[in-house]
């Protein structure tokens, strides 16, 4: 089973909102992953977790916030965004962040809208 | 720095035999992969290679050469359902071992 779970599938928010993203993984994966996608581009790096630490942070503005409550969770909130933050948010898992060979393996992603 | 390059868009008659190729330069190496994505949908993992060589499986098979920073994707028997962008990427470890993507190639199946 190579599932990575994103909930919800779309969200729609207001620039004063508070809200989260969250996934899920069971697959004992240890390296947990945050990209954000915009149309017709590939997806860009935001946040990399190992072992439930924050290991990359892309320079990413603080209205975005990651949180690793365990090895299977990851949650990304999002606090006083921008209309150009609307993108897709994939959160992606991997066995590990280091080791040859990892499976980076993507959930459906996340449809944000900024209003 | 990194730069990773692919071809923007491809197209291809129903059946055929695509190659979309993609080239690299970065500081470290370890791994290039190959996504299939929807469009509307997340990547789907397609294919990895490490070594110089080529890896096949079913109708996708993938190629690389790490001396010359290339890698081309193959696609076979090509179906309508194959019409997606297919994005490479590559694990760097000078980065973090993040993997990080070409630009994608669209690629277009027509009857």
């Known amino acids: 089973d190579t599932e990575v779970t994103q909930t919800p599938k779309h969200l729609v928010m207001g620039m004063t909102n508070k809200k989260s993203l969250k996934c899920e993984q069971h697959m004992g994966h240890r390296a947990m992953y945050w990209y954000k996608q915009k149309a017709k581009k590939p997806p860009e790096l935001m946040f990399v977790?190992?072992?439930?630490?924050?290991?990359i942070n892309e320079s990413v503005p603080s209205r975005f916030s990651p949180e690793c409550p365990n090895s299977s969770l990851l949650n990304l909130h999002l606090h006083a965004l921008q209309p150009e933050d609307s993108a897709l948010y994939l959160c992606?898992?991997?066995?590990?962040?280091?080791?040859?060979?990892?499976?980076?393996?993507f959930g459906e992603g996340s449809w944000l809208t900024v209003v | 720095g990194q730069n990773i390059d692919q071809p923007t868009e491809m197209t291809a008659t129903e059946g055929a035999i695509v190659q979309i190729n993609c080239t690299y330069q970065?500081?470290?190496?370890?791994?290039l992969f190959w996504y299939q994505q929807h469009a509307g949908e997340a990547p789907t993992f397609l294919s990895y290679?490490?070594?110089?060589g080529l890896e096949e499986k079913g109708r996708f098979s993938s190629f690389l050469s790490r001396s010359k920073g290339y890698s081309y994707l193959l696609l076979k028997e090509l179906q309508m359902k194959d019409s997606a962008s297919y994005l490479c990427?590559?694990?760097?470890?000078?980065?973090?071992?993040?993997?990080?993507f070409g630009g994608g190639t669209r690629v277009l199946v027509k009857p």
């Open positions: 992606a898992s991997s066995q590990d962040r280091d080791s040859s060979g990892n499976t980076i393996y």
């Open positions: 290679n490490v070594l110089d």
């Open positions: 977790y190992s072992y439930e630490k924050l290991s």
């Open positions: 970065t500081s470290g190496f370890n791994g």
């Open positions: 990427a590559v694990r760097d470890p000078a980065a973090g071992n993040k993997l990080t």
